[in-house]
């Protein structure tokens, strides 16, 4: 079995645990830093941490729900995993979560899935293989504009009248995952996606894979591609988007220096 194959179905069995833990009603609390979990999210990590492991008891291990283990860092390979992306969403019974599986090689994905269980909606992608939604190749918009742009981002940020130049008008929404949000720009529902703020690797690595196989863009504002499996997983902000729109983007958010 590939390494796909093996995130895949691991993903949408993780998915099926996530709706009927929900369906039968979620323990939430805050982690320390107050971002929110339930019960779920640690029941699918310890799915995922069990099917994976066994199957490939030589990767390393890097999720949000486990305490990290820096002896990832000596493995070749590594399982960079989201249990579920969107906690806010899930424990809201809204439908914008999902299961994000990386398979991780010298610092770079080489097999990713991003699996919304609520939506059904399963995005594969292999290194050099080409990306899927739900078996079917996808590919990012054409829109050159942002003027009248579909933008996943906050409606707020877009708004501050501190900007150097104004942002024109656009279709603003919001997802609460991370890893959907990139792919939904890679599949041209959206156009872009902009975040000024850190995303943890396992947000973002196995989106990551899907757009870059689409030929969509994924850097941090500085117009910086991403690494994984380093010391301290975290990406300082991002910026998703067509090859067109992405470059008109950077030029607009490049100049800030964030905390």
Not at 174 to 185: D, M
């Amino acid at each position: 079995m590939t390494d796909l194959d093996l995130i895949l179905d691991a993903a949408r069995e993780a998915g099926e645990l996530a709706l009927k833990a929900r369906a039968g009603g979620l323990k939430i609390w805050s982690k320390e830093g107050g971002s929110p979990v339930t019960d779920a999210d640690l029941a699918v990590d310890t799915l995922l941490k069990d099917r994976l492991r066994a199957a490939r008891p030589d990767y390393g291990w890097l999720s949000e729900e486990t305490i990290d283990d820096p002896a990832r860092l000596t493995t070749t390979r590594q399982f960079v995993v989201d249990p579920i992306d969107g906690t806010a969403a899930f424990m809201k019974d809204k439908p914008w979560f999902a299961v994000s599986i990386a398979v991780v090689e010298n610092g770079k994905p080489v097999a990713g899935v991003v699996h919304a269980p609520a939506l059904s909606e399963t995005y594969a992608a292999m290194a050099g293989g080409g990306a899927t939604l739900n078996g079917a190749p996808i590919t990012p918009s054409l829109t050159a504009s942002l003027d009248g742009a579909a933008m996943l981002g906050d409606a707020k940020m877009f708004a501050y009248p501190g900007w150097r130049t104004p942002w024109p008008p656009m279709r603003i929404e919001a997802r609460n995952s991370i890893a959907y949000r990139i792919c939904l720009v890679a599949a041209g529902a959206f156009d872009a996606a902009i975040a000024l703020s850190p995303k943890s690797e396992w947000d973002v690595a196995a989106a990551d894979l899907i757009r870059a196989e689409t030929g969509a863009w994924l850097t941090d504002h500085k117009g910086q591609g991403f690494s994984y499996n380093r010391p301290i997983p975290l990406v300082p902000s991002l910026v998703c988007a067509n090859a067109t729109l992405a470059p008109l983007i950077l030029n607009r958010v490049g100049h800030i220096d964030l905390p």
